[in-house]
Antibody
Framework: EVQLVESGGDLVQPGRSLRLSCAAS????????MYWVRQGPGKGLEWVSG????????AYADSVKGRFTISRDNAKNSLYLQMNSLRAEDTALYYC????????????WGQGTLVTVSS | EIVLTQSPGTLSLSPGERATLSCRAS???????LAWYQQKPGQAPRLLIY???SRATGIPDRFSGSGSGTDFTLTISRLEPEDFAVYYC?????????FGPGTKVDIK
């Protein structure tokens, strides 16, 4: 059974940093690109960042480019999101998601970890 | 950047009725790159349809997807009580995903 379990969410002050983690199991982690998607309170889904299976290709939404860094450790079946210079508008539930076979859809999602940026 | 628009914003229907949800793209999208998700309150999104018309594993056949170019449709043939939720379309391009704003299907 595929499982994605996010952790690391917290209440932080604007300008501070936070590192999210996603522990994956139930599939061959290094066969798939992985992504972070967030959802602000009462809002829709927003793609944040993605990383290829071998970390050779990384992509970021314009809203987080230069502040967030995605990484993965295939030996530990883990995905990470380093978030720096956090802003109030980064407040959201952050989901880790796995691509499907075609690589163009997200077929499994974690339950999310909540990041709240507030003074 | 491709922008996805979904309509209607809210669809009020009764169980047993047919639901037709629309997703329109600001420019042509390859059918292979269009997906639909269902999200219920307090839950993560669930993949329903990928490649515009292929059902994901375990998705009932009352859910179907169609369309091409800039216009795509998700149809729920007969609404079950568990189908009342928010539905998002999504397109993929250049290693990034774009989601539509969602359509809420609620009970009339």
């Amino acid at each position: 059974e595929v499982q994605l379990v996010e952790s690391g969410g917290d209440l932080v002050q604007p300008g501070r940093s936070l590192r999210l983690s996603c522990a994956a199991s139930g599939f061959t982690f290094d066969d798939y690109a992985m992504y972070w998607v967030r959802q602000g309170p009462g809002k829709g889904l927003e793609w944040v960042s993605g990383i290829s299976w071998n970390s050779g290709n990384k992509a970021y939404a314009d809203s987080v480019k230069g502040r967030f860094t995605i990484s993965r450790d295939n030996a530990k079946n883990s995905l990470y999101l380093q978030m720096n210079s956090l802003r109030a508008e980064d407040t959201a539930l952050y989901y880790c998601a796995k691509t499907g076979t075609s690589g163009r859809e997200l077929d499994y999602w974690g339950q999310g970890t909540l990041v709240t940026v507030s003074s | 950047e491709i922008v996805l628009t979904q309509s209607p914003g809210t669809l009020s229907l009764s169980p047993g009725e047919r639901a037709t949800l629309s997703c329109r793209a600001s420019q042509s999208v390859s059918s292979s790159y269009l997906a639909w998700y269902q999200q219920k309150p307090g839950q993560a999104p669930r993949l329903l349809i990928y490649g515009a018309s292929s059902r994901a594993t375990g998705i009932p056949d009352r859910f179907s997807g169609s369309g091409s170019g800039t216009d795509f449709t998700l149809t729920i043939s007969r609404l079950e009580p568990e189908d009342f939720a928010v539905y998002y379309c999504q397109q993929y391009g250049s290693s990034r995903f774009t989601f539509g704003p969602g359509t809420k299907v609620d009970i009339k």
